[in-house]
């Protein structure tokens, strides 16, 4: 192992966003047939090796044989430093991501670690009893060492990986790559593929059963109004964005990924939104996996608790209660499932929209695929919106990319791109 090496993994391993990426090119790697293991198994062999080659603490020296030399020397090894910065490293990663932890400590990772406890301590208790002159530094050293070795030692742990390929497989965050690579953002290696408007989603994994839960999977339209930002970011760049019905939060962490980038002063402005607790759960978990926290935040709205009246213009958030101020730019997919919806999502864009200049993105597949898409613009001029309607196939087929992929897609389906205004 080499010290650039780990340099590499400590970059590339850094943030929830980086840790996915890089489990996302590893297991491609190990179904290719060109990593056992994937991941982990090469993170606890970097552990193996670092230990091995940390001479003081392999081979039979009792504690007895032990001296405050040896000690000394433990504690200013340069090897032991890379031991320890790959303990650390592996402490992160799994507190970041718990799967990796899991299949890092049933790699073999345990027992290494509890050679090393073990010899930690041994040293612990030399050191305290030598009639050598003690150095608090290194005392100090000794127990910061051994404190971080038992964060990641768990005596309990079987052996033997706790998930198939396709478990893992499973696990890893969907990944959509929705617009053109930007400078600097891919691994001079090839292999780390973190283009800044890769976007990564987890979907709610509990089984889907009721319309309520339809936010847990992602849908076309997502997709769709989400490459029509990055390939247009002047319509949203330094304006107050809300997205509703959110579901995975694809379209707003666009956004939110655009504010990121840009250098528009105006950054904390892009509110998702959705009615189901575990979807915005889900979407909190999906702003901190795509490293946009600064720029984005969510909040609960509900379609049915908005007036359609509110003529200065202000939403109800659901958690508090609290009226809002209304927004610029108001994002929507796929977010009409029955008649009322329809009725609810107008209102909602009437009290959430800025008069005039403020301008909803909305994008729905047709009346065949979608119960009450039908009434949609009506409602909407019925509460004094203005509506401008396009046939997405009319704008550019590269906007359909990756739709099939989705739960939501149906072969033959027509989507709508709505621009609504509020006069
Ligand atoms: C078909 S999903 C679309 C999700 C996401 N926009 C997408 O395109 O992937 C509809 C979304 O609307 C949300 N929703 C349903 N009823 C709602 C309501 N009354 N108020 C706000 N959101 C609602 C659901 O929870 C779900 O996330």
């Known amino acids: 192992m080499t010290t650039d090496k780990l340099a590499t993994l400590e970059d590339h391993l850094s943030s929830p966003r980086q840790i996915s990426l890089t489990r996302i090119d590893y297991a491609a790697k190990r179904s290719s047939g060109k990593a056992d293991g994937g991941l982990p198994a090469m993170l606890v062999s970097m552990l193996s090796d670092a230990h091995n080659s940390s001479i003081h603490l392999d081979g039979d020296n009792t504690p007895a044989d032990a001296t405050i030399n040896v000690i000394n020397e433990f504690c200013s090894d340069s090897s032991i430093d890379n031991l320890f910065r790959i303990i650390s490293l592996l402490a992160k990663v799994s507190q970041l991501d718990n799967t990796l932890g899991e299949e890092i400590s049933r790699a073999g990772s345990q027992a290494i670690l509890k050679r090393l406890v073990d010899r930690i301590k041994e040293y612990i208790t030399i050191y305290e009893t030598s009639t050598n002159e003690p150095s608090e530094e290194l005392l100090d050293k000794l127990m910061d060492y051994l404190d971080l070795t038992c964060e990641l030692y768990s005596p309990t742990q079987a052996r033997g990986m706790p998930f198939t390929n396709e478990e893992i497989e499973r696990r890893l965050p969907l990944v959509y790559n929705l617009g053109p690579a930007v400078p600097g953002g891919e691994g001079g290696d090839g292999e780390h593929h973190d283009h800044g408007t890769t976007i990564l989603i987890s979907q709610v994994t509990v089984r889907q059963s009721s319309q309520g839960d339809v936010g847990y999977v992602m849908w076309p339209s997502a997709i769709v109004l989400s490459r029509w930002l990055l390939s247009n970011p002047q319509h949203i760049l330094g304006k107050s964005v809300l997205e509703i019905g959110a579901g995975c939060?694809?379209?707003?962490?666009?956004?939110?990924?655009?504010?990121?980038?840009?250098?528009?002063?105006?950054?904390?402005?892009?509110?998702?939104?959705?009615?189901?607790?575990?979807?915005?759960?889900?979407?909190?978990?999906?702003?901190?996996?795509?490293?946009?926290?600064?720029?984005?935040?969510?909040?609960?709205?509900?379609?049915?608790?908005?007036?359609?009246?509110?003529?200065?213009?202000?939403?109800?958030?659901?958690?508090?209660?609290?009226?809002?101020?209304?927004?610029?730019?108001?994002?929507?997919?796929?977010?009409?499932?029955?008649?009322?919806?329809?009725?609810?999502?107008?209102?909602?864009?009437?009290?959430?929209?800025?008069?005039?200049?403020?301008?909803?993105?909305?994008?729905?597949?047709?009346?065949?695929?979608?119960?009450?898409?039908?009434?949609?613009?009506?409602?909407?001029?019925?509460?004094?919106?203005?509506?401008?309607?396009?046939?997405?196939?009319?704008?550019?087929?590269?906007?359909?990319?990756?739709?099939?992929?989705?739960?939501?897609?149906?072969?033959?389906?027509?989507?709508?791109?709505?621009?609504?205004?509020?006069k």
């Open 249 to 422: 939060g694809l379209v707003g962490i666009a956004a939110a990924r655009l504010f990121a980038q840009s250098n528009c002063e105006k950054k904390k402005c892009v509110t998702i939104t959705d009615v189901n607790d575990l979807v915005i759960d889900n979407i909190a978990k999906n702003i901190v996996l795509n490293d946009v926290s600064e720029v984005a935040c969510v909040a609960k709205l509900d379609f049915y608790e908005q007036t359609g009246n509110n003529e200065s213009g202000k939403w109800i958030e659901g958690f508090t209660f609290e009226y809002r101020d209304p927004v610029e730019v108001i994002l929507a997919a796929d977010i009409i499932c029955q008649p009322s919806d329809a009725v609810a999502a107008a209102k909602t864009i009437y009290d959430a929209l800025v008069p005039t200049t403020g301008r909803a993105y909305v994008v729905c597949a047709d009346s065949e695929h979608r119960f009450g898409i039908e009434i949609f613009q009506e409602e909407c001029e019925r509460v004094g919106l203005e509506v401008t309607t396009t046939n997405v196939a009319d704008m550019s087929e590269d906007l359909l990319s990756d739709c099939h992929s989705t739960s939501g897609y149906v072969d033959g389906m027509n989507l709508t791109f709505y621009e609504v205004q509020k």
